[in-house]
């Protein structure tokens, strides 16, 4: 079957929130293959450590690219302890340049607590404006519920978890199932 006719690995919801001295990337635990819900439980954001120095990441697209990415961040990282900016752009060169890395599914948002970043495979290392961002199927129905809630007194969490329950409501690739991670600096 032709990669064009395969029906692929499709959607998901992560966002990315920073507020109150803090920032937190929840993303849902749906798994599809078409239209069928393969898994509803799979963890979709991870906390990488190298060095002692925390970084949490979330992913959406295609797993097995996300993880190569990670594991390539990962390497940047220890290369560049504490420099989340120069690791996210050397990652994001080789990703576009790197004929391999190329043919990758995926995107990523990465936060150190202090800056976060979404890295796509078109070399792209974006800041979100108004400490809020998001990707995936339902990526811009949960931005769309986070900008709305930022000004209010909810902190991080609860603006994560609240966009992300009104993704998964209008999102058919979008589960309720969250994992949720927070640093705090």
């Known amino acids: 079957m032709a ?12 966002i990315g929130v ?10 849902d635990g749906q798994v599809s293959l078409g239209q069928t819900v393969i898994k509803g439980s799979a963890r ?7 060095g002692g120095y925390d970084v949490v990441c979330g992913f ?29 752009v050397e990652l994001a ?3 576009r340049t790197d ?21 796509t495979g078109a070399g792209d290392v974006l800041e979100p ?11 811009n129905y949960a931005l769309a519920a986070a900008r709305g809630m930022m000004d209010s007194d909810r902190d991080a969490e609860a603006v ?10 209008i999102c058919v690739y979008t589960n309720g199932n969250l994992t949720v991670e927070k640093i705090t600096k």
């Open 3 to 14: 990669r064009e006719e395969f029906p692929g690995w499709h959607g998901t919801t992560i």
């Open 18 to 27: 920073k507020k109150g001295g803090e920032v937190v990337i929840a993303g």
């Open 44 to 50: 979709k954001v991870r906390r990488l450590s190298p």
């Open 60 to 88: 959406a697209g295609s797993t097995a690219d996300a993880f190569t990415l990670l594991e390539r961040l990962e390497t940047k990282l220890e290369a560049t302890p504490g420099q989340l900016a120069r690791a996210s």
């Open 93 to 95: 060169k080789d990703w």
């Open 99 to 119: 004929k391999y890395l190329q043919k990758l599914e995926a995107m990523l948002i990465v936060s150190d607590g202090t800056d976060i970043f979404v890295i």
């Open 129 to 139: 404006e108004h400490d809020v961002t998001a990707i995936g199927s339902g990526g």
């Open 160 to 169: 994560a978890r609240d966009a992300m329950a009104i993704a998964a409501d």
